[in-house]
């Protein structure tokens, strides 16, 4: 079975700076997707950013970057210049490839994110 | 972008009454809808998910004539509530993927509490 392992309960950063959110996976599938979401106060699940797995490049969205080491299991997010909206909870998830929407997604236990002024 | 909506966004219900959540994609069609329940500062815990066309896949746990799921079109998935008990109250969410890459989209969620 897949799982999902969020080791940081709890993350803080001071605006401007860069923070970097860890996630560790298991799984015996070669392809599949890796999310990161974001969670804020309001509790709508907004995605952050999305990896292939077949893709050795590092996705890229803006300020928000991902350090995907694939024989690892590790999917790194990286916050650059940290900004007072960027605190949330942050998901990481996983979710096998194929079987268009049939597939569940799973979710780490989530980091919440503080962002000092 | 993708949108999905969830109706109502908070009820509050008396012990013993059903109630129904409604999920929609708005701009997209969905054969496959996720609901999950989330508690306060934890994850969200996948319940079932709903398919257009035939029964609902429940998770190991989840009662499935407690938390009754109908998928009546390929926008609109509910989730209805029966006999709700103070315990039931939490945060529903559904999802629905759009497009190749299985992105799912989220609903706002609906807060339920069961006096």
């Known amino acids: 079975a897949q799982t999902v392992t969020q080791s940081q309960p709890e993350m803080s950063v001071q605006e401007a700076e860069t923070v970097t959110l860890s996630c560790t996976y298991d799984t015996s599938e070669s392809d599949y997707y890796l999310f990161w979401y974001k969670q804020p106060p309001s509790r709508q699940m907004i995605l952050v950013i999305r990896?292939?797995?077949?893709?050795?490049q590092n996705a890229t969205e803006n300020r928000f970057s991902v350090n995907f080491q694939k024989a690892a299991k590790s999917f790194s997010l990286k916050i650059s210049d940290s900004q007072l909206g960027d605190a949330a909870m942050y998901f990481c998830a996983y979710r096998r490839h194929g079987n268009t929407g049939g597939f569940k997604t799973i979710f780490g236990a989530g980091t919440r994110l503080f962002v000092k002024a | 972008g993708a949108v999905v909506s969830q109706h109502p966004s908070r009820v509050i219900c008396k012990s013993g009454t059903s109630v129904k959540i409604e999920c929609r994609s708005l701009?997209?069609?969905?054969?496959?809808m996720f609901w999950y329940r989330q508690f306060p500062k934890q994850s969200l815990m996948l319940m079932a998910t709903?398919?257009?066309?035939?029964?609902?896949?429940?998770e190991q746990g989840v009662e499935k004539d407690k938390f009754l799921i109908n998928h009546a079109s390929l926008t609109l998935s509910t989730l209805t509530v029966t006999s709700a008990h103070p315990e039931d109250s939490s945060f529903y969410i559904c999802?629905?993927?759009?497009?190749?890459?299985?992105?799912?989209?989220f609903g706002p969620g609906t807060r339920l509490l069961v006096l």
């Open positions: 701009d997209f069609q969905a054969t496959t």
């Open positions: 999802s629905a993927p759009m497009g190749q890459q299985e992105t799912q989209y």
């Open positions: 709903s398919n257009e066309g035939s029964k609902a896949t429940y």
């Open positions: 990896q292939e797995a077949y893709k050795q």
